[in-house]
């Protein structure tokens, strides 16, 4: 009897140590609850309803801060701009970019232009802004469609960011980070070059740098064009370039140079075969030279191309890429050298095309005939109706 008391009494101490661990008689079965002990009409069931009642508001509040602290409610803190950047991505996430309209993000892009033009000083924080919704948002098609809003926002801060995007969308990346228009736009080009595996878009930010307006862009073009280690296109462009550097002459007087040097013959200019029929770092020289405007760079070519020993390569290159020549009017120094040589090429034809008024139709109709090719004649047949609708000097 001793013995089965104690087993008795053993098994009751347990009863009891489990019974208290268990929460005792104020705790309700898990089935009459609904999720976190709420019932399912929203209170809680038991002698602690009522406390439990007075705390449900607050944890739906507390539901609802957690769910802010993600990237809605990080859109929703920073009003009409954050709604566009939601909208953006809401639109892209998941999709296809190259299956996007052009159009995708226009409107959504212009309200975020319009807040910013209507409240600068809320900029500076929105771009802190962006560049965290860019870190949130891994998706590379949603930062794709980003990347074209972050081209509006001239600032440092949003470079590092869109280097992520260079293995997705490398050109993309190359403008987005280009339009930053910095010094650290400029060097961060260079940087990723190495990333860049199409020639193509490694010839783009060479071009962008050149744009830049960094005093080193013409040094990293020398560089280029001296790497024969790259492609042919590749330094071709690079010397091009030269005549895109605004207000240094000596990236004019580079290009002067090398136009005037020696012959560099080339293999494949890519895309710019049948532009430059003469395939030679001379012609991207001479073409530079007269898309940076020069008067008197581009008139001493000139001179040079009509020398009596003018290399008949170099002199094609004058006569063709004078259709490009950017600078101040020379149009009658263009026409006294077609009276002169009694012939019109391309390059001059497209010249007049672009700058002469209704002074100079009745010339233009006695040139006609001079024309070298047949594209060069429908060319100055071109000039003379668009001379027609342009005021002469009388302004008649």
């Known amino acids: 009897m001793r013995q089965l008391a104690l087993v008795l009494g053993i098994a009751l101490c347990v009863v009891l140590v489990w019974f ?14 609904g999720i976190s002990g709420e019932a399912p009409g929203g209170s809680i069931g038991g002698s602690v309803s009522g406390e439990a009642t007075s705390s449900a508001p607050a944890r739906k509040a507390k539901r609802e801060a957690g769910l802010r602290t993600g990237l809605e409610g990080l859109c929703d803190a920073r009003g009409e701009v954050g709604a566009a950047v939601y909208e953006i991505i809401r639109k892209t996430v998941g999709q296809e970019a190259r299956l996007l309209d052009r159009s995708f993000a226009k409107d959504d892009i212009h309200r975020v232009i319009t807040a910013w033009s209507e409240d600068p000083l809320r900029k500076d924080a929105d771009v802190d802004f962006l560049v965290q919704v860019w870190s949130m948002m891994k998706d590379p098609t949603a930062r794709y469609a980003l990347s074209w809003l972050f081209r509006y926002v001239g600032d440092d801060r949003v470079i590092e960011s869109l280097t992520e995007l ?55 073009l020398r560089e280029v064009w001296k790497n024969d280690r790259l492609t042919d296109e590749e330094r071709f462009v690079a010397v091009e370039c030269l005549g895109r550097i605004e207000a240094d002459p000596e990236a004019r007087l580079a290009a002067y140079e090398l136009a005037m040097g020696p012959e560099h013959r080339l293999r494949d200019l890519g895309d710019r075969n049948d532009d430059h029929p003469v395939r030679d770092l001379r012609s991207a020289a001479v073409m530079a030279v007269m ?25 094609s290159m004058v006569d063709l890429h004078i259709g490009a020549y950017q600078g101040a009017d020379i149009s009658r120094i263009v026409l006294t050298r077609i009276g002169r040589r009694s012939k019109v090429t391309l390059g001059e034809a497209r010249y007049l095309n672009r700058v002469c008024t209704r002074d100079d139709t009745d010339r233009l109709r006695e040139i006609e005939d001079l024309a070298v090719t047949a594209e060069a004649r429908q060319m100055i047949q071109a000039a003379i109706l668009n001379a027609a609708v342009r005021p002469g000097v009388s302004g008649n």
Do not use: C, M, Y
């Open 20 to 33: 208290a661990l268990s929460g005792g008689l104020g705790r309700l079965p898990a089935s009459s609850a």
């Open 166 to 220: 260079v293995t997705d969308h490398p050109w993309i990346a190359v403008d987005a980070i280009a339009d930053q228009r910095t010094v650290l736009a400029a060097k961060t080009l260079i940087g990723i070059k190495a990333q860049l595996e199409d020639p193509e878009v490694r010839s783009q930010a060479t071009i962008r740098i050149a744009r830049s307006g960094w005093e080193g862009a013409a040094d990293h």
């Open 291 to 315: 898309q940076s405007g020069d008067q008197t760079l581009s008139r001493k070519l000139l001179s040079a191309a009509d020398a009596a020993n003018a290399d008949a390569g170099f002199a």
